[in-house]
């Protein structure tokens, strides 16, 4: 009999063994066995993509598709006070292959300069503001993913700070990892 807080797992009776035996081999079979042509292909996709494994495959899954576009705040860029992209950043974005590099620029950066300044950079915008409602803000993201004719569950948002990862939800995006993982893998 399970209470309040039980997660309805094996329990420590009499015969445990063989529960948590079954209970590991009905784990098993719900998780999907991937070709290992299949999975050394999609290693070599996150690899283009500059996202660790793990990611790339946590974002693969929840969509159902791959990858195409990775989206840039200026903070996760270090865009801070200067439309032109630090060496390291530059590099990495860079290395990116078979995906859009996009970026969503604060004020006073002005879009045009960074991706002027910045060839590794597909296309840049204006982010949305501060005071901007949810509705708006959401607007703007799928205005701008609609312009370049990305779906949202295909681009992956690459942040730097809580309001950034609130843009997920709003622009109905495939995901959100923070700039140091990103730039550290």
Same mark, same amino acid.
């Given at each position: 009999?399970?209470?309040?807080?039980?997660?309805?797992?094996?329990?420590?009776?009499?015969?445990y063994s063989w529960?948590?035996?079954?209970?590991?081999?009905?784990?098993?079979?719900?998780?999907?066995?991937?070709?290992?042509?299949?999975?050394?292909?999609?290693v070599a996709r996150a690899a283009e993509?500059?996202?660790?494994?793990?990611?790339?495959?946590?974002?693969?899954?929840?969509?159902?598709?791959?990858?195409?576009?990775?989206?840039?705040?200026?903070?996760?860029?270090?865009?801070?006070?200067?439309?032109?992209?630090?060496?390291?950043?530059?590099?990495?974005?860079?290395?990116?292959?078979?995906?859009?590099?996009?970026?969503?620029?604060?004020?006073?950066?002005?879009?045009?300069?960074?991706?002027?300044?910045?060839?590794?950079?597909?296309? $840049?915008? #204006?982010? !949305? %503001?501060?005071? /901007?409602?949810?509705?708006?803000?959401?607007?703007?993201? +799928?205005?701008?993913? *609609? $312009?370049? #004719?990305? !779906? %949202?569950?295909? /681009?992956?948002?690459?942040?730097?700070?809580?309001?950034? +990862?609130?843009?997920? *939800? $709003?622009?109905?995006?495939? %995901?959100?990892?923070?700039?140091?993982?990103?730039?550290?893998?």
């Amino acid at each position: 009999m399970s209470g309040i807080g039980h997660n309805g797992g094996p329990t420590m009776e009499p015969g445990y063994s063989w529960r948590r035996h079954s209970w590991t081999r009905a784990r098993e079979a719900l998780l999907p066995k991937l070709p290992i042509e299949v999975v050394r292909r999609r290693v070599a996709r996150a690899a283009e993509l500059g996202l660790d494994y793990r990611a790339y495959a946590s974002f693969r899954a929840a969509s159902g598709h791959d990858v195409v576009a990775l989206l840039f705040s200026s903070n996760a860029l270090r865009l801070l006070r200067t439309e032109m992209l630090p060496e390291d950043r530059a590099a990495h974005l860079g290395a990116i292959r078979g995906a859009g590099r996009l970026s969503l620029v604060h004020p006073p950066l002005r879009p045009e300069a960074v991706t002027a300044l910045n060839p590794v950079i597909d296309t $840049a915008a #204006r982010a !949305p %503001g501060l005071s /901007v409602s949810w509705s708006a803000t959401s607007q703007h993201l +799928r205005g701008f993913l *609609a $312009a370049e #004719r990305l !779906p %949202g569950d295909r /681009v992956v948002l690459i942040g730097d700070t809580p309001l950034e +990862r609130e843009w997920i *939800a $709003a622009g109905k995006l495939a %995901g959100y990892i923070e700039a140091d993982r990103y730039f550290r893998a």
